[in-house]
């Protein structure tokens, strides 16, 4: 599924990315502390986080994911922003909660591979 499905479907608001809309999701992963994500997350990943500042971008260039996405309509640091149109990362918005979130995308079909 391309991320510009996704947001449809999830009802995602767009921060940043636009451009990367087309990318393809291999899958996701849900959590806030970043060690374990950068442990366990795989490439081409959607990121499910309530975190919001720059690391969050590190982590994801790092790990290669598709999208960052940010829940209970959490808004992402001045900083982080600019860095993530720096690093093509597109973030993304959700009114839900993570666990809802999670469950929802998953109902989708990503993560059941």
Not at 38 to 59: D, P, R
Not at 61 to 88: G, M, W
């Amino acid at each position: 599924m391309k991320i510009s499905e996704l947001v449809n479907l999830a009802n995602l608001k767009i921060k940043c990315g636009n451009e990367h809309l087309e990318r393809e999701v291999t899958g996701g992963y849900c959590g806030d502390l970043l060690s374990d994500v950068m442990a366990n997350s795989k490439n081409g990943n959607i990121w499910i986080t309530m975190q919001v500042h720059l690391n969050i971008v590190a982590v994801s260039v790092l790990k290669e994911h598709s999208a960052i996405i940010l829940v209970n309509s959490r808004q992402p640091n001045e900083d982080t922003l600019k860095k993530a149109v720096e690093e093509n990362i597109p973030i993304l918005i959700s009114d839900l909660p993570a666990f809802e979130l999670a469950g929802k995308i998953n109902s989708f079909g990503i993560g059941k591979n």
